[in-house]
C-alpha cells in the first residue's frame, strides 16, 4: 500500500505558473515510475508526464516545453512544475505510482487558470 498526497494547485492567470507536489508514505524507490495526470469536466483522465525510478521522463504533447516533472528521493516527492499556463490546462491534477502491476493514486488537487 502507499499513500500520495498532492499539493500545490490553485488558481493562477495564464501565462503563470505553479509547482505541484506529490509526497509519498515511504520511500519512492519502489515505484517503478510516478506521474502526473489531469482530468478537465467532461473529459477523460490524460497523461501529463511521468518519471521512472531510473529518471527518464515522459510528457504529453501538449505539455512539452512548458512543464517540468522530476524527483526528490530524500524527501519522497515528486514535482510537477508547471510554467506558462494556458486556461485549457484548468484541470484536477492527480499523482499515480506504479509498482509492478499496482497502481495508486493520491486524491487530486485542482489547478485553474483564468484568462
Known amino acids: 500500500q502507499a499513500q500520495l498526497v498532492e499539493s500545490g494547485g490553485g488558481l493562477v492567470q495564464a501565462g503563470g505558473s505553479l509547482r505541484l507536489s506529490c509526497t509519498a508514505s515511504g520511500s519512492i524507490f519502489r515505484f517503478n515510475s510516478m506521474g502526473w495526470y489531469r482530468q478537465a469536466p467532461g473529459n477523460q483522465r490524460e497523461l501529463v508526464a511521468t518519471?521512472?525510478?531510473?529518471?527518464?521522463?515522459n510528457y504529453a504533447d501538449s505539455v512539452k516545453g512548458r512543464f517540468t516533472i522530476c524527483r526528490d528521493n530524500a524527501k519522497n516527492t515528486v514535482y510537477l512544475q508547471m510554467n506558462s499556463l494556458k486556461p485549457e490546462d484548468t484541470a484536477v491534477y492527480y499523482c499515480?505510482?506504479?509498482?509492478?502491476?499496482?497502481?495508486?493514486w493520491g486524491q487530486g488537487t485542482q489547478v485553474t487558470v483564468s484568462s
Open positions: 499515480k505510482a506504479t509498482r509492478y502491476w499496482n497502481d495508486y
Open positions: 518519471i521512472t525510478s531510473g529518471g527518464s521522463t
